[in-house]
């Protein structure tokens, strides 16, 4: 008896919930045009699976991701949209903490703080898990950016770890084993 390879299911964000806008600051007419743009306040760009749109946190502003199911384990995808080079002239750095929530949204124990430096962050969480928070820590991790809004997510995308044919064939004997014993002992 052999077992195919067990391919791990992708969920994208499908709801958001207990949202806290952050602040933006601006210096000029252009930076205030911007803080007012309606696609950057779009809450819906969290959760359409659309890695070039985006919502932007606001400084110190956070909200709470859930993705129809609970994880035993998963590879988080993250997408920030205005990532910055090391060598960008204007250093508009930008991060956010995420924070694994249970079932009840109470913290797992498990957090990773995320920067804009790539644009993309790819992790294991190893841990149960149910909802994901991002909060801004701009301000926190980069005390001289030049950002006026935070982290703009684009995308945050789970791919849940399957259980390993292996284990489920060495499940599978146990049971036989199991029924086995029980049978001759009738």
Known sequence: ???GAVQAATYNATSYSD???GTCTFAGTK???KCEANDRKNLANLIDGNKNTFYSLGLGGSVTLGFGTDFRAGDVSVYEITFTRPTS?????EAFELVALDANKNATGFSKVITNENGFASFRIDSGFTYLKLVDVTKEQFANTSSYDGADIGMVSIAAVPVPAAGVLLLAGLGG???LRRRKSA
């Open 31 to 33: 930076d205030k045009a």
């Open 1 to 3: 008896m052999t077992a």
């Open 177 to 179: 084993f199991a029924a």
């Open 89 to 93: 002239i204007d250093k508009n750095y």
């Open 19 to 21: 949202v806290v806008p």
